[in-house]
T-cell receptor, first 111, second 115 residues
Framework: DTEVTQTPKHLVMGMTNKKSLKCEQH?????MYWYKQKAKKPPELMFV???????INESVPSRFSPECPNSSLLNLHLHALQPEDSALYLC??????????FGPGTRLTVL | AQSVAQPEDQVNVAEGNPLTVKCTYS??????LFWYVQYPNRGLQFLLK??????LVKGSYGFEAEFNKSQTSFHLKKPSALVSDSALYFC?????????????FGTGTRLKVLA
């Protein structure tokens, strides 16, 4: 199974809502990533988990809270987001320095 | 600073013609190099990579890339373009520094194949 799955595909939320994005992979990859991507731009790294520990936080605002419950799952908890946070949120995984496998993304709209 | 450059925002090519999407990088050491493709409202899809060995790397869907160490380039090529190749292409570099998980992405090149 070489697939990374993400749910939901689309999410619309108000600025006072709390929601979560989910990501799952069963390739045994030990690194998992969250990226934010604006239209026609490259992905921007947000967080990296390595062996279920937070390895990189790219100075992301605290309204984004990552969680790695186990080696196959990655969550991104969202609270009090701003309209400028609207974007495509991509999850990826990799083994070592090898290529990343990306999920299809969650299209987030903040009203 | 480490960086990846894709000098062309958009490349137009006629169907059946060869295509080239350019990528140059500024990273010390021997990085891993990657190409990804992204279709609208989808995630990035891995096309090919260079780690070591033969400078010409073959990947998915008939794409190949040529690594040139002296020019620090990793251009993506295809002998005969298809309309379905129209998409956004990203070059990415993984620096050789151990213990880091950062991939550096280029700004992307939109490929438009005209029928």
């Amino acid at each position: 199974d070489t697939e990374v799955t993400q749910t939901p595909k689309h999410l619309v939320m108000g600025m006072t809502n709390k929601k979560s994005l989910k990501c799952e992979q069963h390739m045994g990859h030990r690194a998992m990533y969250w990226y934010k991507q604006k239209a026609k731009k490259p992905p921007e790294l947000m967080f990296v988990y390595s062996y279920e520990k937070l390895s990189i936080n790219e100075s992301v605002p605290s309204r984004f809270s990552p969680e790695c419950p186990n080696s196959s799952l990655l969550n991104l908890h969202l609270h009090a987001l701003q309209p400028e946070d609207s974007a495509l949120y991509l999850c990826a995984s990799s083994q070592g320095r090898d290529e990343q496998f990306f999920g299809p993304g969650t299209r987030l709209t903040v009203l | 600073a480490q960086s990846v450059a894709q000098p062309e925002d958009q490349v137009n090519v006629a169907e059946g013609n060869p295509l080239t999407v350019k990528c140059t990088y500024s990273v010390s050491g021997n990085p891993y190099l990657f190409w990804y493709v992204q279709y609208p409202n989808r995630g990035l899809q891995f096309l090919l990579k260079y780690i070591t060995g033969d400078n010409l790397v073959k990947g998915s869907y008939g794409f190949e890339a040529e690594f040139n160490k002296s020019q620090t380039s990793f251009h993506l090529k295809k002998p005969s373009a298809l309309v379905s190749d129209s998409a956004l292409y990203f070059c990415a570099v993984r620096p050789p520094t151990s213990g880091t998980y950062k991939y550096i992405f280029g700004t992307g090149t939109r490929l438009k194949v005209l029928a």
